[in-house]
């Protein structure tokens, strides 16, 4: 293999998962690394695994990441001979991929001429219509005169309902569906807004909005001697406000016959291009005619590629660097006869919160523990740039890991995702876990019949009324916790058992804020050891708080708890908790053992006008 430029030093223009992700690629190629970042990534993990670090700016993205300049200044004073972009910021900028070069340093991505030409969406279809018309294009509307009249008339003659995109946006950002006259001026009025704001171009394209669809993307490899290959299919149809939340290859909804028409479709596009690097040609599937139409080109790596490396073994960072070197694709063949092998799926473990209209969410992680998940079920990868401490701030994306699992078959897949969701730990920030368990649990999903309308159809299984059973063992667990605090803090008259009473006149009682203000109640009795074996008894009942009657006892308490002796170390009651608390108990609850790690944060409960924090995780 001919290596022609070759490379000795990367800086990685990016941060968090993918910054991490193509450092540990470079190490185990022998390639020094640099990172930059700004003020809110000074501790992240990614610049601890880089082997330099340079400080760009303040945590704004625009004072940091998409300052071109800072970041090539950095390049040269470090005496990197290459730059990878990753994915966002300046991945796309074809002005600042001309930049690096005029500066001798190495673009780890298309040629700027590649991005410019297929990076706008609406330059995309004018070169397609004249270069590939082979490729089918959806019917819209994508001229220069961009006034709102114009913009009308084209979307009417299209007919409803109509998709308004920002021409060089993504995202999601500047994309609205209408579907009645009557709403379209206002419309296209918000999505240029958007869009400049976003994007800095209030450029507008319309097309027609096909509301049941799949949405398949073809990774695609191009080389500087005009080789272009596939890299199969990935299906993205599992959506939320047009962002992707689970990615899988093979699709479902592709056969061998249908494969062969994309993925030909998308390598006839990367020769007229001639494209160099990896790229992704997005395709939006008929699945009831089998009919695909042409949606965008990504001209980077794209968030969902872990995937693609599970079923073919490739890592396309690697082919990267490698095709950056000058290597020759054809030479190299290891894309001629890829063995495709067994299913994979991903899914994007974000802070934000599903019940509230999947809003971000802000934070500091107190646990993060990805690999015990992985430890006993096969075929997991954990792509991720956070750690214990990691902030997650309201600055950057949201998306805190990748979770990819690869399997024999798809069932098995989706079956080892829900295990591995189900045992990961994240504590200290609100994420979309329980959603995507909800998601792998789906019949609808489980079976592959599906679209990208599918959280909207799926509405209620996915998002099913929150039941007092949901959080009963939580809350023995907060209620445990509280007493052992309790206790351990006694100083008068120790022998005697916390809230012990001569005469027994009432249960005890905890008071508890659930599920977005929900409040519930357990009612318990403490009754001491029995066994005089350091196991401590206690019965309770879990109630709604609104359906008691203030002051009165539940008839039984049916629950039966026994707490193991522990020690939680020494604490520190503070104005807002106690503090230093860190620990385990171990406990049965109903005769179901369990484990519960403590870390203290945010799941509040309050009993006597004293507000305790604690956040309690079952092993």
């Known amino acids: 293999m001919s290596i022609t430029t070759p490379i000795y030093k990367v800086l990685i223009a990016n941060r968090g998962e993918i910054a991490c992700r193509v450092i540990r690629t470079c190490r185990r190629l022998g390639i020094a690394t640099v990172a930059v970042y700004s003020d809110s990534d000074e501790n992240a993990p990614f610049v601890k695994m880089a082997d330099e670090a340079y400080h760009i700016g303040p945590s704004i993205a625009a004072e940091s990441y998409l300052n071109g300049d800072k970041i090539i200044a950095v390049a040269k004073r470090s005496g990197a001979d290459a730059l990878h972009p990753g994915y966002g910021f300046l991945s796309e900028n074809a002005d600042f991929a001309d930049k690096v070069i005029n500066a001798g340093i190495n673009f780890i991505g298309p040629l700027p001429d590649n ?19 082979s490729i089918p294009l959806i019917p819209g509307y994508n001229g220069k005169d961009q006034s709102v009249d114009r913009l009308e008339s084209e979307a009417k003659r299209i007919e409803f309902p109509v998709l308004l995109k920002a021409s060089a946006g993504g995202g999601g950002k500047g994309m609205r569906a209408v579907y009645e006259t009557s709403k379209l001026k206002e419309e296209i009025e918000a999505a240029q807004g958007e ?80 494209y160099v690097g990896a790229g992704t040609a997005e395709f939006i599937l008929d699945e009831h005619t089998k009919k695909f139409y042409f949606l965008e080109l990504n001209t980077r790596l794209q968030v969902e590629h872990p995937i693609t490396e599970a079923i073919s073994g490739l890592d396309l960072v690697e082919l990267q660097l490698l095709v950056a070197q000058g290597a020759n694709l054809k030479e190299l063949g290891v894309l001629d006869n890829i063995q495709y092998k067994g299913h994979a799926i991903e899914v994007r473990l974000c802070a934000e919160d599903p019940d509230n209209d999947f809003g971000p969410r802000t934070g500091v992680i107190h646990k993060w523990s990805p690999a015990d998940a992985a430890k006993y079920i096969p075929g997991v990868r954990f792509d991720t740039g ?23 078959t798809r069932a098995e897949a989706v079956r080892r995702m829900s295990a591995v969701l189900a045992r990961t730990v994240i504590v200290g920030v609100t994420t979309n876990q329980k959603f995507l368990i909800s998601i ?47 206790r351990s803090q006694q100083v008068h008259l120790k022998n005697i058992q916390t809230g012990w009473r001569n005469v027994k006149w009432r249960n005890k009682r905890i008071d508890f804020a659930v599920n977005h203000g929900q409040e519930l109640q357990i009612q318990y009795d403490y009754l001491g050891q029995p066994g005089n074996d350091k196991r401590h008894v206690f019965k ?34 503070g104005p807002r908790g106690i503090h230093g608390c860190k620990g385990l108990l171990r406990c049965t609850i109903g005769n179901c053992l369990l484990r519960i790690i403590h870390i203290p944060t945010l799941l509040t409960h309050f009993q006597s006008n004293r507000w305790r924090s604690t956040t309690l995780l079952h092993c």
């Open 195 to 274: 869009s400049l704001r976003a994007f800095g171009s209030d450029q507008l394209l319309i097309e027609k909005y096909f509301e049941s669809i799949r949405h398949v993307e073809i990774q695609i490899f191009g080389d500087k001697y005009g080789n272009v290959y596939h890299i199969n299919e990935r299906d993205c149809s599992v959506q939320r406000r047009h962002q992707k939340v689970v990615e899988e290859t093979p699709s479902p909804a592709v056969d061998a016959e249908l494969r062969a028409a994309m993925t030909s479709a998308a390598v006839e596009l990367g020769r007229k291009l001639g």
């Open 540 to 573: 309770a009942h879990v109630l709604d708080k609104a359906s008691s009657k203030a002051g009165e006892d539940v008839a039984e308490l049916p629950i039966d708890i026994v707490l193991f002796e522990n020690d939680l170390g020494k604490e520190v009651a």
């Open 115 to 133: 991005i410019r030409v297929i990076g706008d969406k609406i330059a995309a279809k004018v070169f397609i219509t004249e270069n590939a018309s």
């Open 386 to 408: 956070v750690e214990d401490g990691s902030e997650i701030s309201i600055f950057y994306d949201s998306m805190v890991a990748k979770i990819i699992v690869h399997a024999p």
């Open 440 to 486: 792998m649990n789906n019949p609808r999903f489980q079976s592959g019949t599906f679209d990208t309308n599918f959280i909207q159809q799926e509405k209620e299984r996915l998002f099913p009324a929150p039941h007092i059973n949901d959080v009963k063992n939580s809350m023995v667990a907060a209620l445990l916790f509280d007493w052992t605090i309790r």
